[in-house]
Nanobody
Framework: QVQLVESGGGLVQAGGSLRLSCAASGSILSFNYMAWHRRAPGKMREFVAS???????NYRDSVKGRFTISRDNAKNTVYLQMNSLKPDDTAVYYC??????WGQGTQVTVSS
């Protein structure tokens, strides 16, 4: 069973940037779809971005133009580049591969 470990979170001021990584313990070549989600304090987990076959990407409206999802099959890693961060982006960020257990997530805190 593939396991996921998210990293790269931290405390950043509004307008700053962070790059999140999601390292899988096994090959991600067989996964046609990968995604990032987040859960803000007191809220439900929500979709942030996905990447699928042919490097087709999809984003929630509030992060379009600021976030970029990518994958590196050789490193079995999925990334989320986050620019122009806002306090509303504060959340625990999780990556998701179909059929794989959720990781522990990585905390992102954006101060105003």
């Amino acid at each position: 069973q593939v396991q996921l470990v998210e990293s790269g979170g931290g405390l950043v001021q509004a307008g700053g940037s962070l790059r999140l990584s999601c390292a899988a313990s096994g090959s991600i070549l067989s996964f046609n779809y990968m995604a990032w989600h987040r859960r803000a304090p007191g809220k439900m987990r929500e979709f942030v971005a996905s990447i699928s076959t042919g490097n087709y990407t999809n984003y929630r409206d509030s992060v379009k133009g600021r976030f970029t999802i990518s994958r590196d099959n050789a490193k079995n890693t999925v990334y989320l580049q986050m620019n122009s961060l806002k306090p509303d982006d504060t959340a625990v960020y999780y990556c998701n591969l179909p059929g794989v257990n959720w990781g522990q997530g990585t905390q992102v805190t954006v101060s105003s």
